[in-house]
């Protein structure tokens, strides 16, 4: 059986019997004006954060959201658009689908607001996408990437790029680990179907957003999320899981590479009132200016002794220098 089988059987498993806090034991739903979420749907809140940023989701988007789950997050977008067939959910576990069918129907009798026709759950996988070329403002995807192998993981960025119309965006929730992952983990398909073993480091992550297309990657957040043990998964020494919260855009990559965003900010603090460093960036003395890894790198390299670079705070949320 591959690991997507696995996969598969798993989760049909716990969509007709939920597993509370299989991934995220320690996040709650995003708490929203009016929005009233059933039980139920949150003990199916099988992912390791969140996808639904309210900064992303102005001018009511058509969202597409891999891997349906409990059907949380489609009703959080939806919460946005609040139009028919504004949130698509794909899943190719029928009874994962059937399990979201319901609990919409449950948010429909809490929530004068929701429609279930605002969202249309679709069978379809990650691998293809059943919509066209362009056609989406929004791809989520919550804890299901880190899943798949690293030839599929490309499959799946590269498709979602396809979806996405220019400027689009990829937003994204997964484990990232502090370390590679040790092979004997890596192979066990239950712990990969379970979100403990397929994570990738944060540098081969990204790299893999950018190998599939993407100019722009924003960390909206990025935290502890599971520790593994020495004992009980057989290591030299634990391991740390995090939780990346991240947004992709669908823009071209800049010649001298793409922009990464994780906090970090640029003080200019010379003896003139600003700084023009004559390639777009302009900085008032004494004022933070939110640059991308990129830039700060490069600001820090040719203006060491005027130009303070402060630390990535793995938090950001619009702004800056690109």
């Not at 977008?77 to 139009?83: D, E, G």
């Not at 993981?153 to 979806?163: D, G, Q, W």
């Amino acid at each position: 059986m591959s690991y997507l089988e696995t996969t598969a059987q798993f989760y049909s498993q716990v969509a007709e019997t939920p597993e509370v806090g299989l991934c995220c034991v320690q996040s709650s739903p995003l708490q929203l004006p009016e929005l009233k979420i059933p039980l139920l749907m949150q003990q199916m809140n099988y992912g390791c954060g969140t996808t639904v940023h309210p900064a992303e989701l102005a001018g009511q988007p058509n969202v597409l959201y891999v891997g349906v789950g409990g059907g949380l997050e489609a009703l959080q977008f939806a919460y946005f658009s609040r139009k028919p067939g504004a949130v698509i959910a794909v899943d190719p576990v029928a009874e994962m689908r059937e399990a979201a069918a319901q609990n919409l129907e449950l948010a429909e009798q809490d929530n004068p607001w929701f429609h279930c026709n605002f969202v249309e759950i679709r069978n379809g996988d990650a691998f293809a996408l059943p919509v066209p070329d362009a056609s989406v403002d929004v791809v989520a995807q919550n804890c299901l990437f880190n899943i798949f192998e690293p030839q599929d993981l490309m499959r799946a960025l590269k498709e979602a790029h396809r979806v996405l119309k220019p400027n689009g965006r990829l937003i994204m929730s997964d484990p990232i680990a502090t370390r590679p992952i040790p092979l004997h983990l890596q192979q066990d398909e239950r712990l990969r179907a379970m979100c403990l073993s397929g994570a990738l480091t944060y540098e081969e992550y990204t790299q893999c957003l950018i190998d599939a297309g993407f100019g722009q990657i924003e960390v909206r957040a990025r935290r502890p999320y599971r520790l593994l043990d020495r004992q009980t998964y057989n290591l030299d020494q634990s391991l740390l899981l995090e939780s990346l919260d991240s947004v992709s855009f669908k823009v071209p990559i800049p010649a001298d590479g793409a922009c990464i965003f994780t906090g970090k900010t640029a003080i200019y603090s010379g003896t003139e009132n600003a700084l023009d460093d004559q390639a777009g960036h302009w900085m008032q003395r004494g004022v933070p200016l939110a640059v991308c890894d990129k830039t700060a790198r490069n600001l820090g390299d040719r203006f060491p002794a005027e130009v303070l670079v402060t630390d990535s705070t793995w938090h950001y949320s619009g702004g800056g220098c690109c």
